[in-house]
């Protein structure tokens, strides 16, 4: 069976693993990010080098707008990784095949390949957490869009209490902290803070919670009513919270009862992956395009 080296490239950590074009994981390891270009290079030649007998290229996963030419465009947490041709150097400095996609991207493909979307053909994800992206998944294969902005769901344009604002404004888990936060007067808090309150029958709480299902199930809905996906993903820290998926779907229902216009129910289910997902979904964007 057939390895690769996958990097998972993040703001704090990178992540390597060698994975098998079956998807399994072995020898995870994590570094600290480096801060200048120089030194990921260095990070990424030097686990190859100790390795490279067991793999057939590498497999990249990163922030930003990835280009199929190798560059990354847009802003990310790593200001370095925007310009240079990533793709080209690494390949140049390891003499090894290297493939490179978008994290968020990934996260998609690793479902797809061997996780909760392996029966279906079109499929969304809808990652929240301090904002809301995501990807889309058309005929198994990641749809960037004319302008890479695919999946790019906290751009979208809602009414809020009169105001247009960008959807991650509304819907995200620093949105459902910072309603709450504002209620109380209080300086830090975290989302699982908020969710504690609400146990406790904080009334604030407890109305910002609603809120946040509702707006979760409102940008779904129109998700649904303008690609029609089979399945819609739900991932980010939110993700693991009890009874996540049944609260979006009672919301969702509430807007059903409401508009008559909307006939259709999204299929919704969790991401099964978590902290791995850009690995295997940067080795599975190898092997389709490398291979």
Known sequence: ?????????????????IVSEGGEIKHLEKV????????LYSVIQATTSQIDS?????????????????????VSALPYIHGPNIKKDIANLTGLPVALENDANCAALAEGWVGQATDVQDFVTFVIGTG???????AGQIHK?????????????VNEDGKLQAYSR????????????KAHDLGAL??????????EGDSAALEAIERFYANLAMGICNIQSAY????????????????????????????????????????????????????????????????
């Not at 996958?6 to 693993?17: C, H, L, V, Y």
């Not at 809301?132 to 058309?138: F, N």
């Not at 508009?259 to 190898?286: K, M, S, W």
Request: aromatic share 6%; charged share 15%.
């Open 145 to 157: 869009g004319a302008h890479g902005q695919g999946g790019e769901w906290g751009q979208m344009i």
């Open 190 to 199: 975290t989302g699982e803070a908020v969710f504690q309150l609400a146990e």
């Open 1 to 17: 069976m057939r390895h690769v080296l996958a990097f998972d490239i993040g703001g704090t950590f990178i992540k390597r693993a």
């Open 132 to 138: 809301i992206g995501g990807a889309i998944v058309k």
């Open 32 to 39: 600290t990010t480096p801060t200048a270009l120089a030194e």
């Open 170 to 181: 509304v819907a995200s888990t620093a949105a459902l902290v910072r309603q709450v936060r």
């Open 228 to 291: 029609d996906p089979e399945l819609v993903l739900i991932g980010g820290g939110i993700s693991t919270r009890s009874g996540l998926v049944e609260q979006i779907n009672q919301a969702i229902r509430k807007l059903v009862d409401q508009i008559d216009e909307l006939t259709v129910y999204p299929e919704i289910r969790l991401c099964q992956f978590q902290a791995d997902a850009n690995l295997i979904g940067a080795a599975n964007h190898f092997f389709k395009v490398c291979s």
């Open 54 to 74: 067991e793999i057939i290229g590498i497999a990249l996963s990163a922030p930003g707008a990835v280009q199929d030419n190798g560059v990354i465009a847009g």
